[in-house]
Each structure stands twice: as C-alpha cells, then as structure tokens.
T-cell receptor, first 111, second 117 residues
C-alpha cells in the first residue's frame, strides 16, 4: 500500500520568511495530493491540493509543487504570519483508494 | 453551513471500560469516515461509510471497535473494551465524494479526545 513520509517533523521560521515542507510517496499510481492544516484543538482543514496532471498550483501565499518522477511534492508558504502556526499534513491518494496521510509537520512562526 | 459535529469532545475512562463517540456529518454528504489520530501522527482511517453501508473497514480492530451509521446520516463509533493504546483523538469526517472517487475535500469535525487510564 501507499506510504507517505514528510519532512521536517518540526519547522520554526521568522515571521515574513518562507516555509517549505516536503512529502514523498511510494505508490506511483497515486494521482491526488492534498495538504491539510490542523490548528490546536481542531480538525484538519484542506488548504490546497494538486492532481498528477499539474506540476504546480498557487493560491495567494501558498503553493504546491509536484515531481511525479521523483515521487515527491512540496508545500511552500511565503511571507509567513503567526496564524500560519499549525500542524500540516500531506496525503497521497490513488483512484479508488482512501487518503494516506503523512505524519505531519509542526510549523511555528516566530514574531 | 453547519460543519461536522462530534461529541463528546473529551472522555477519560479506565482500561477495559467502554466508550461511544457520536458524529453528525454535513448535511447531504453521503460519505462518512472515522479516523484515529494518535499524538504526533497523521490521521489513520478506521472505517468509511457510503450512505449507511461500509465501504472500507480493513483497519478497524473489529475485536473491540464497532461503528454504525443509522439511516445514512449520524454515526456512532464504539470501543469495548478499551486498551491503553486506544488513547487518541477520534476524528469524524464527511465528504461528497462518491464511492470509488479519490478527489474531493474531507471536512473534519473537531474530534473526540479519548484518554484511557
């Protein structure tokens, strides 16, 4: 089955700097890659997703890039703000299967 | 639009006791999921319902966990008897994804935190 790894497990950045979180997956048939943000005491919430026929997608300060050959995808957050502090999860899904989430990255944005 | 509702938010029990969690999904969402999230890990799927039928329960420890979705709306997850390793947050999610589809947003509730002593 699918195995998703995520790095780093913790990340601290200064407010205004950029943050990058990388995920690798094992199943070359996976074709949908969402990113979820989980704030303390809340459930995860979708922030951006990408499908395998697209190499990059942007939404304001966040972007996701996908390298199908290397089987990895990354979340990029620019101009980080304190409200970006949270745990971020990536997931990889193949058709007909369920989400397999990575172990998460705890992002701290320091003022 | 109301989100996914879960209760209770917190529960503390002794090992070997039983506990039940309730979930009310977003109105109209046919697919409902229960996930287990152990501290420091990503959510792990326990069971998926499509309307009131089970689609995937391959990772549900059936000797102690059970779940049902009555009338294709609310769902209950039960643990009996509980073990120390069941301490986790139990997340309910719903989606308008159809059976066999793999894209589409999962909408999560705030979770039920279980502590087993």
């Amino acid at each position: 089955g699918e195995n998703v790894e995520q790095h780093p497990s913790t990340l601290s950045v200064q407010e205004g700097d950029s943050a990058v979180i990388k995920c690798t997956y094992s199943d070359s048939a996976s074709n949908y890659f969402p990113w979820y943000k989980q704030e303390l005491g809340k459930g995860p919430q979708l922030i951006i997703d990408i499908r395998s026929n697209v190499g990059e997608k942007k939404d304001q300060r966040i972007a996701v890039t996908l390298n199908k050959t290397a089987k990895h995808f990354s979340l990029h957050i620019t101009e980080t703000q304190p409200e970006d502090s949270a745990v971020y999860f990536c997931a990889a899904i193949r058709w007909g299967q369920n989400f397999v989430f990575g172990p998460g990255t705890r992002l701290s944005v320091l003022p | 639009e109301a989100g996914v509702a879960q209760s209770p938010r917190y529960k503390i029990i002794e090992k070997r006791q039983s506990v039940a969690f309730w979930c009310n999904p977003i109105s109209g969402h046919a697919t409902l999921y229960w996930y287990q999230q152990i501290l420091g890990q990503g959510p792990k799927l326990l069971i998926q319902f499509q309307n009131n039928g089970v689609v995937d329960d391959s990772q549900l420890p059936k000797d102690r966990f059970s779940a049902e979705r009555l009338k294709g709306v609310d769902s209950t997850l039960k643990i009996q008897p509980a073990k120390l390793e069941d301490s986790a947050v139990y997340l309910c999610a719903s989606s308008s994804r159809g059976k066999g589809a793999n894209t589409g947003e999962l909408f999560f509730g705030e979770g039920s935190r279980l502590t087993v002593l």
